[in-house]
């Protein structure tokens, strides 16, 4: 049974960081390409970042280029976002999601956790 379990959301305030982790079990995340959404109320679900499957490459919405880092812990079946200077416009729930290709819509990934609230304060 796949599970991805994101953790790390929180309240900050605007300015501040924050570090999401998704933990994957019962799939590797080696074999997938693992993406982060968002879904801020009243909004459509919406890609945040990608990393491929070998890793090689990283994809990142516009809202968050130079703000967010994606990585990938191999031997702990890990990814992250570090989000830094964060805005409340970024305020939403996030969610990681694991697929076949590294795409930006989120359809084309198969595998959902649950999702961890972030919310930042002006």
């Known amino acids: 049974q796949v599970q991805l379990v994101e953790s790390g959301g929180g309240l900050v305030q605007a300015g501040g960081s924050l570090r999401l982790s998704c933990t994957a079990s019962?799939?590797?995340?080696?074999?997938?390409?693992m993406g982060w959404f968002r879904q801020a109320p009243g909004k459509e679900r919406e890609f945040v970042s990608g990393?491929?499957?070998?890793?090689?490459?990283?994809y990142y919405a516009d809202s968050v280029k130079g703000r967010f880092t994606i990585s990938r812990d191999n031997a702990k079946n890990t990814v992250y976002l570090q989000m830094n200077s964060l805005k409340p416009e970024d305020t939403a729930v996030y969610y990681c999601?694991?697929?076949?290709?590294?795409?930006?819509?989120?359809?084309?990934?198969?595998?959902w956790g649950q999702g961890t609230q972030v919310t930042v304060s002006s």
């Open positions: 019962g799939l590797t995340v080696t074999w997938y390409a």
């Open positions: 999601a694991a697929g076949s290709r590294l795409q930006y819509n989120y359809q084309a990934y198969n595998y």
């Open positions: 990393i491929s499957r070998t890793g090689g490459t990283t």
